[in-house]
């Protein structure tokens, strides 16, 4: 159902949410998310802020564990009883809002660290990835630097080369650039889009409207914890049929097409 | 009044003696307190409950009694229970590094726990098992933010190792002491262990504060 109407070239499910419900204590964060993410996709999660946007990607990756419902990566249960966490998180990359850089290695250090511990490679190969990666990124410049000498549009770009490092089956961007000063932001969603472009599958936390429109090939609209809307960009954003989807927009300022005046009429 | 410097002089190989054993027990004691300290903290940030209260009843005691209780306890009760009898200066060790690990483990602690969660999720999004997150992204981190008061501790170590006197080790201040009751001259004898104890101390306390400085909080 949630796969429905889908154009492009979408490739067969990789990542799919059933009835997810995540509950901190009395808050309920996630009522029932159900969404899917097609090999080669592009999907972006939008809403408010406390919408559960960032809590279902940390339950995609078993950073937090469930209260009902189910995630299935690659056709596994990622939060059955015996599930690999480990396994899963090593094939989903992922970027956050803080960058989370290590602070105690240089940026060279920061992108061979997972290729090192987890897989098991050896320096000069680790370092050729990670020199390659840095390269991609527009950052070969700064390998021996640490991360606090870097701007944070800089950063962010290490971050990415960081999980591209794993050579992950999928990415998830958890608010990538909220973080991130007006002037940076620009260079860490070229990069992203140098990223769908070659066709890397990526679920994307993001306010960017500009970016949703123009990259993704599904968005999926959240509030207070449930989808209250998801289709293809040019249908959120031009007919959004949910009324909660367009005030939201317009809220954020989105001057499209049919919430024109919705917008005209603030 | 005259003094008598000269009886200084006369023992300055048992000064010197009782500096080297002072000098011995610190270094002793903090490179065994290091890793204990760091054993302590894990076990109080266990997922077990038993071991966490078992952890924090061991920190609880030795942080909450006086040092030289606990040095006269290991040396006096310890025998009478456990049948163990032990050198002096193995007495000692046992007292201070017990003590001195209980505030390294706190120490440890509180900059494992002062690392934020973003760090470690970070580090288990790669794949990372909890341990290479504690031991490759949250350790190191910790370590250079505590380094100023295990620092602290380090001085304050240096200093109540005079404690063990009470337990006839032969350190700077039992010689000191023993001097002292031998020849009855008690201004230069304590004057010389004070400048002793200054001279080796200061040092360290500069140390310590250029390592505040230089490892200052930033992030």
Known sequence: MSGAGRVGAAGAPILTFEGVVKRYGQLEALRGVSCQVNRGEVVCLIGPSGSGKSTLLRCANALETLEGG????????????????????????????????????????????????????????????????????????????????????????????????MEPALMLFDEPTSALDPETIGEVLSVMKALADEGMTMVVVTHEMDFAKRVADWVVVFDQGRVIEQ???????????VQRTREFLSHLGWHGESIAEVAASE | MTFHWSVIWEHADRFVAGAMLTIELTVLTMLLSLPAGLILAFLRLSRWRLIRIAATAFVELFRSTPLILQIYWVYYVLPVFADIRLPGLATALIGLVCNISSYNSETFRAGIVSIRRGQWNAGLALGMTRGQAMWRIVLPQAAMRVLPALATTWVSLFKDTSLVSVIHVED?????????????????????????????????AKLVDWVHRRFKVAE
């Open chain 1, 231 to 241: 289709g293809p960009p040019k249908q959120i954003f031009e007919a959004a049929t």
């Open chain 2, 172 to 204: 700077l201040s039992y010689v000191s002491l023993k001097i002292r009751t031998e020849t009855f001259v008690i201004l230069e004898v304590l004057t010389a262990m004070a400048a002793m104890y200054w001279f080796m101390g200061y040092p360290q």
């Open chain 1, 70 to 165: 189910r995630i299935t990566f690659d056709g596994a249960d990622v939060h059955a009883a015996g599930a690999d966490a480990r396994r899963v998180r090593q094939r989903m990359g992922m970027v956050f809002q803080n960058f989370e850089l290590f602070p105690h290695l240089t940026v060279l250090r920061n992108v061979t660290i997972g290729p090192r511990t987890v897989l098991g490679l050896d320096r000069a190969a680790a370092d050729e990835r990670a020199r390659a990666l840095l390269a991609k990124v527009g950052l070969s410049d700064k390998a021996g630097q640490h991360p606090a000498a870097l701007s944070g549009g800089q950063q962010q770009r290490v971050a990415i080369a960081r999980a591209l490092a």
